[in-house]
């Protein structure tokens, strides 16, 4: 079993910064590739970003790409989201997930284990 807890959103302007964390609980973080969701209330849960397990390859939607940096730090059981030059339309509840069938299933939205969540605004 593995719990998700994710930190670090809050309110900001827009062309801002935030970096989000998940932390996780339990010895075995190493093994999991991890995701970065978001959800928006009345839209469908996207996909943000992902890393492998050793952090060696990471994967981008295509409204992130170039603005967001997911990285990991298996020693600390933590996954980051760097997010830079914020847009209104980042605002959203941002989601972290783990997986253990490979770092390609997070892209269609599966996942093992899913955190609560933390919102993200992005204000003009």
């Known amino acids: 079993q593995v719990q998700l807890v994710e930190s670090g959103g809050g309110l900001v302007q827009a062309g801002g910064s935030l970096r989000l964390s998940c932390t996780a609980s339990?010895?075995?973080?190493?093994?999991?590739?991890m995701g970065w969701f978001r959800q928006a209330p009345g839209k469908e849960r996207e996909f943000v970003a992902s890393?492998?397990?050793?952090?060696?390859?990471?994967y981008y939607a295509d409204s992130v790409k170039g603005r967001f940096t997911i990285s990991r730090v298996n020693a600390r059981n933590t996954v980051y989201l760097q997010m830079n030059a914020l847009r209104l339309e980042d605002t959203s509840g941002y989601y972290c997930?783990?997986?253990?069938?490979?770092?390609?299933?997070?892209?269609?939205?599966?996942?093992?284990?899913w955190g609560q969540g933390t919102q993200v605004t992005v204000s003009s």
């Open positions: 890393i492998t397990w050793s952090g060696g390859s990471t």
């Open positions: 339990g010895r075995t973080f190493s093994r999991y590739a």
């Open positions: 997930a783990a997986t253990a069938r490979g770092v390609g299933t997070l892209a269609s939205l599966e996942a093992d284990y």
